[in-house]
């Protein structure tokens, strides 16, 4: 198969062209390094130091053999986007190239008029050059579970449920309702695949993915593989962020009450995931939704769990809930369907409580370079 992976530089970019590589499918990707920029912006950088582009490709093929060709570009540039499509005739592409942090989204209004058009652009872009170019290549999207909130039914894995509105009965898409600017982006992106396919027939896995842990995956064999990690406010995510709290004696900053509950899966089982989605895609002209994640924990939880891992380790954890910084609902009922990845076979591999300890012992040799953005740690982004 051959794969374009939109967003090749981020933490599941970088490893999934690592994981299809390996599996023998052909990988191009495209980054226009925005990530590397940002966390720069706000004062912090990835916990392991990041090789160029170049350097990264090099790595690839002296510790796996493996040939990966890197774009840095813009997927917002179309006719940039245009060229590589038409230069490569990809099977299947996967859309990352987004702006992914909740925090980011929320700073102010230019920071939320960027994700928009950051978010938009790109997958409209994406759309058109499919169409343009072979209607038929599949369209792996990275959606997200929060474009869904956190509503008191069971959330389905479906794009319609049967509904009846003012005594009428219909079909109407799952209701959504998201938690920040960043996520009512992925909304609009669900919306705008689904119209586009409806109207062109595109082929598409929208995935819904829950927060993401971790810092190994089978195919980072050494340091110079590794994957960004980030632990800031901004582009930090709670498990990641906890473990870095952990190691460098911050209490673990749970916000509010903590019973904020996600659906979270290790990196390694994401590219299982991913894997199998882009292995056995949907029937053409098929819209497929799979919601993705492993284990199911409040934010509470992820903090006892650190610190008892954290002891284990022989470090000094303290729980310092904080105030909320967003605003979201801090208990509710929470249980998404689950069918899609299990019927292709999936299982995860990895589970919370093993894999922090993993997290602090990659990190713990970078304590020095984590205590240099110590103070990019604490939330300052509000919501309101
Ligand atoms: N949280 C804390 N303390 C922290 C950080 C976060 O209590 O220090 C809480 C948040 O308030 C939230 C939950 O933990 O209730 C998850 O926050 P997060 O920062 O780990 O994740 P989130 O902002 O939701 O976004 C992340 C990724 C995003 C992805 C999403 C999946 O950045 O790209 O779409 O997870 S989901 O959460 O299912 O929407």
Redesign the pocket.
Known sequence: MKVLILGIDGYLGWPLALRLAKRGHEVVGIDNLSTRRFSEEVGSDSAFPLPKPEDRVKEAKKHLDVDITFYVGDVTDYNFLLDVIRRHKPDTIVHFAEQ????YSMKDRDHAVYTVINNEVSTLNLIYAVKNVDPSIHILK??????YGTPNFDIPENIYVEAIVNGKKDKIIVPRKA??V??WT?VHDTDFLLYFHELWGLTVTDI?????YGTRTEEIVDESLRTRFDFD?T?????N??CV?AILGIP?????K?G?T??FISLEDSMEALTLLLEHPPNQGEYRVANQ?AEIYS?KQ??EMVKKAGEELGLSVEIGP?P???V?A?EHYYNPERKVLPSLGFYPKKNLRDEIKNIIKDLLPYKERLERFKHAIL?KTKWK
Do not use: C, D
Request: charged fraction near 20%.
């Open positions: 992914r942090s909740a925090p990275m959606g997200t579970m929060g474009e938690g920040s960043y996520h992925k819904m993915q829950g927060p993401v406010e582009w930090g995510t709670v498990v962020r906890f709290q673990l900053t749970v916000y509010g903590g904020q996600r659906g994640f934010v992820i903090a904080l909320n910084p967003r979201e801090e939330p």
